[in-house]
Structures are given as C-alpha cells and as structure tokens.
C-alpha cells in the first residue's frame, strides 16, 4: 500500500522567510502532484512533476522531484501573508491498467507579519 | 472561479438514504475526477472517467457509484449513506489528453464541492 507521509504537518513561519516543506512516499511512482486549499474553500492544483529531478516555479513556490529518494520538496521563499493554506502533495501508484492518487495528510502553513 | 460546477452546494440527510451529486467539467475537458475529504480519512481519490468510460479506481466504496454522461458532465451516487459518509466531495475535470489518471502536463479544475452531512 502506497503511503504518503507530509511533513511538517503545521508550519508557522514569518513573512519573508524561507522554509520547505517534505513530502515522502514509499512506493515507486513518476508522478507527483502538489495542491492547495485555502480555508473553507477548495483545491486548486500547483504542480505536477513527472520525472527525476523535475523542477517546477511559480512565483514564491518552487517544487521538485526525487524519485530515486522518493522525495518531493515545495520550497517557499519569502513568504508573504497570501501564501498561508494548506499544501497537499498527493503521488499516482500505477498497479496494473489501474491508478491510484494518494494524499499526504497536508502541510497547515500560516504566514505571519 | 475554475469553470467546473458542482451541485448542490450543501446536502443534509439521513442515515441508509440515497443521494446523487452532480458535476458539470470545464468546457472542453474529458476527464472526471471525484474526491472525498473528511477529518478522519483526509482527502481520497474516489474514482476517474474519462470521455464516459471508467478510467481509474480509487478509494470508492461499493455503496457509491459514478458515471459520466455523452455531454461530459457526472453524477456520483452515494447510498445506504452511514454517518462517516458526512464530507466534502469535490470533483475536478482536466483536458486528460493521455487519457490516464491526469496525463503528462494535466492540470486539474477543482470545483467549489458539495458538502454531505448525514444525521
């Protein structure tokens, strides 16, 4: 069974710092995902990478790829107030002809003044 | 706003009911993705179609089924509802060009959800 471990789990941080957030998982995939769900509201995708050492940049957020480690880092610099949400990272387990998307539990970022 | 509707917004029912929810993709988009999202179970994908075929499996009960129509748009049925049922279901759609769970490049539209509360 795929696993998906985030971490952490809750971030406070300060406005214009630097911070990265983990996301693990424990079975061969080549396709990782990253979303986020401001409060009450609902997901909108960021990222999609699909191979070793992909990297991808949007504004403040940088994600990337390992899939040797099987790892995945959303790098956030300087943080700005508009950033606090929640960030999922989610990976696709291929079994067969079926998928299956699996969630990490999401990463709770606050930004504060 | 994603282009991707979903109704109704807020369902309150009874435990053993039926209740259908309802998505209409953005224009031009194939697939269907259906998600769950609770406290205890966090989110979960349930099921994908893709141009009206089943496409991929995920965490969906045998209690709840979903099809996709020839105009694209889906319904996910969910009966015998139990009280752990109570939960936001999104769905998103994406172009899916590869057909597979959102191909190479896809990006997924997620709309706004319809919450399922059953007492």
């Known amino acids: 069974e795929l696993k998906v471990e985030q971490n952490p789990l809750f971030l406070s941080m300060q406005e214009g710092k630097n911070y990265t957030i983990y996301c693990n998982y424990s079975?061969?995939?080549?396709?990782l995902y990253w979303y986020r769900q401001d409060p009450g509201k609902s997901l909108e995708s960021l990222f999609v990478l699909l191979s070793n050492g992909a990297v991808k940049q949007e504004g403040r957020l940088m994600a990337s790829l390992d899939t040797k480690a099987r790892l995945s880092t959303l790098h956030i610099t300087a943080a700005v107030h508009d950033l606090s949400a929640t960030y999922f990272c989610?990976?696709?387990?291929?079994?067969?002809?079926?998928?299956?998307?699996?969630f990490g539990k999401g990463t709770l970022l606050t930004v504060n003044p | 706003d994603s282009g991707v509707t979903q109704t109704p917004k807020h369902l309150i029912t009874a435990t053993g009911q039926r209740v259908t929810l309802r998505c209409s993709p953005r224009s031009g988009d194939l697939s269907v993705y259906w998600y769950q999202q609770s406290l205890d179970q966090g989110l979960q994908f349930l099921i994908q179609?893709?141009?009206?075929?089943?496409?991929a499996k995920g965490n969906i009960l045998e209690r709840f089924s979903a099809q996709q129509f020839p105009d694209l748009h889906s319904e996910l049925n969910l009966s015998s509802l139990e009280l752990g049922d109570s939960a936001l279901y999104f769905c998103?759609?994406?172009?899916?060009?590869?057909?597979?769970?959102?191909?190479?490049?896809?990006?997924?539209?997620f709309g706004p959800g319809t919450r399922l509360t059953v007492l």
């Open positions: 079975t061969t995939s080549d396709r």
């Open positions: 998103a759609s994406s172009v899916a060009r590869g057909g597979g769970l959102a191909g190479a490049e896809d990006t997924q539209y």
């Open positions: 179609y893709y141009n009206g075929e089943e496409r």
């Open positions: 989610a990976v696709v387990y291929s079994g067969g002809s079926n998928y299956k998307l699996t």
